[in-house]
């Protein structure tokens, strides 16, 4: 049985295909279209599933969409009347977008399905809907690894929760609590992520990285004016300083009175000032998560938590639930925003509403994350030579030595091979690479790559079973979710002579791994398993024969406001307006130094 899981017309959509309850691909509509949180359709996602199931859609036995539409227009009716007059120009403007698109989105879902396939049509019960929580829920849930767990979701909003608890057991999901609009800690969040200058459902993250620059010097000011936090986690939001049910911004002016300033313009100067406001927002976030798993540890007691939502994906928050909270086991969802919608809802069908049974296989089923597309050796060979590219094809062993000895050389490698992840981070398929001992990379993939804020950390992909000797932490993370300290030993005196000086500290060497450890001496760790991702293993490893290393610098193949690259072609292009030295790509190596000479190497039978 065929099920396709659909997120649209918010932010990040995607797509998803189960056979059967086997994640068969999942991807963003982004990656296709190049547009960065694409929120339209996911037409060119669905296509793709379809294709790597050698389906079509007609096959499909249920598409299931991640939210109700009509419970969520209610929700904006009701906050319109309820803070009537003051929300007109913001109901003006979105209320006729509503009807025109979103109310009668059952419509819409079923016409553009039909633009896919034709042979599809809609039946009264081929064509579902879950919640919007529901699906954050049975994304986490249901691919996990454990057969009992609560489960946390948080985010902005959905129709009306913003965070919700679930026991997840066997095959199915029972609601514990909710917390509704406009009370919303990823809401709380994104305001200052506004006020810091940032884009909104976009670069929260950049918050995340700023905030140990400075100092919580806030976090009093905000707990007394902002958010009335209770020791269970859950908390209430002083609206009179938030604007984003009444009007078209986050935050208004009795929100910059509060503070003194007003919101930084993108782009401008980052100073001290920027810098407390992200520390303190981001320790009132880890406050309120911390009471919340505290009280549903002593309230539900369980060894095992799942989350999933956008807040999930602050990895900081999540590294202190792991060291902090009296759960055995966490797993967190590798796509747990929005994206990851679609993926829970076709689960939740699959399970819940279909009432299939669960096998137990002491291991997640997300395939870590390897679920969108792959291309051959020689469709890129073939890319290459058509125009008229220099490249080398060496065989397995050959390509990761040339790469490990480049990567000791200092240079930037860019790094493509097999499928595509699913969720927002490169886990060793569509990554750029350096070398972790330099102390210039973090600056030069930033500045001359990446094309981003000097403050960003980059993340260590380090061999699972050296993970302990180099960092403060007891269990795999394969997924990038989590935040850990580098081990004392490894530390270097030079941070403390600087410390808290500002972004200069970018310059000092903090550690032995300079380039991925964070001004606090912590790191966005990815553990790599032999079994599970052995190609990036065995790359690693060769660094590590070589170098005495096993770790490496694993960031995003993409630069600044563009998505993840998806195709070969996209690589090409992204390895052609950045710096990048070397382009990786299926055991073919193409080196800006030797890159046009109008000499192709052609693939032979014994390569391919």
Not at 55 to 78: A, C, M, N, T
Not at 156 to 164: D, F, H, I, L, Q
Not at 345 to 358: D, E, K, T, V
Not at 509 to 533: E, G, M
């Amino acid at each position: 049985m065929y099920i396709l899981g659909i997120s649209a017309y918010y932010h990040d959509s995607a797509a998803c295909l189960l056979c059967d309850g086997e994640i068969i691909a999942a991807v963003q509509e982004e990656r296709f279209t190049r547009i960065k949180n694409d929120a339209r359709f996911p037409a060119f996602s669905i296509e793709y599933c379809l294709e790597e199931a050698g389906i079509s859609l007609g096959q499909v036995d249920y598409v299931v969409f991640y939210e109700k539409p009509f419970v969520k227009f209610e929700r904006l009716i009701e906050t319109y009347l309820a803070t009537a007059p003051a929300g007109l120009p913001s109901f003006l403007k979105a209320v006729p977008l509503w009807i025109k698109d979103k109310v009668f989105m059952k419509k819409h879902i079923i016409k553009a399905l039909g633009h896919i396939d034709e042979r599809w049509t809609y039946q009264d019960d081929n064509l579902l809907f879950t919640e919007h929580h529901q699906a954050h829920a049975a994304s986490a849930f249901f691919p996990s690894p454990f057969e009992n767990s609560l489960v946390l979701t948080a985010d902005g909003v959905g129709e009306w929760t913003t965070t919700s608890v679930w026991l997840g057991s066997g095959n199915k999901l029972r609601l514990l609590r909710e917390m509704r609009f406009p009370h919303s800690l990823g809401l709380f969040y994104s305001a200052f992520t506004y006020y810091l200058g940032f884009k909104v459902n976009s670069d929260e993250y950049k918050v995340m990285g700023l905030a140990p620059y400075g100092e919580p010097g806030f976090v009093p000011l905000i707990l007394e004016k902002l958010i009335d936090l209770k020791p269970d986690g859950s908390f209430r939001l002083n609206m009179r300083y938030f604007n984003y049910c009444a009007g078209l911004t986050m935050t208004h002016k009795r929100f910059y009175r509060l503070f003194g300033r007003g919101p930084r313009k993108a782009g401008e100067k980052l100073d001290k000032f920027h810098m407390d406001i992200a520390c303190s927002v981001q320790k009132v976030t880890e406050m309120v998560m911390l009471n919340m798993v505290t009280d549903l540890e002593q309230s539900y007691p369980n060894e095992n938590l799942c989350m999933a939502g956008g807040v999930a994906l602050n990895c900081v928050i999540n590294g202190k639930i792991q060291e902090r909270s009296g759960f055995k086991n966490l797993w967190i969802q590798p796509a747990a925003g929005d994206a990851g919608g679609a993926l829970g809802a076709a689960y939740f069908a699959h399970y819940q509403y279909l009432n299939n049974q669960r096998k137990e296989t002491g291991h997640d089923l997300m395939k870590n994350a390897l679920l969108g597309p792959s291309f051959t050796k020689e469709y890129i060979a073939e890319m290459l030579a058509n125009r008229g590219l220099h490249y080398q094809v060496q065989n397995e062993a050959e390509f990761n030595k040339t790469i490990a000895r480049y990567l000791d050389e200092g240079k930037v490698v860019g790094y493509f091979r097999g499928r595509m992840e699913f969720g927002p981070r490169a886990l060793g398929a569509r990554s750029i690479l350096g070398d972790p001992r330099r102390a210039d990379m973090q600056s030069v993939m930033n500045q001359k790559i990446k094309f981003r804020e000097s403050f960003r950390p980059f993340a260590p992909a380090v061999l699972e079973e050296y993970a302990h000797l180099y960092f403060n932490t007891t269990s795999p993370s394969p997924y990038m979710l989590l935040v850990s300290s580098i081990k004392e030993k490894h530390r270097l005196p030079a941070a403390d002579a600087a410390n808290k000086k500002g972004l200069e500290l970018l310059k000092v060497t903090r550690s032995v791994l300079p380039a991925v450890t964070h001004v606090d001496f912590s790191a966005r760790i990815q553990t790599v398993n032999k079994h599970r991702h052995t190609e990036f293993y065995n790359l690693i490893a060769a660094f590590f024969d070589l170098t005495g290393c096993p770790i490496l610098i694993n960031t995003s193949f993409n630069v600044k406001d563009e998505p993840i690259v998806c195709t070969p072609e996209d690589a090409l292009q992204c390895f052609l307006k950045s710096e990048m030295d070397i382009l990786a790509i299926e055991q073919i190596i193409v080196t800006k130094k030797d890159m046009i000479k109008g000499v192709q190497h052609e693939l032979t039978s014994e390569e391919i």
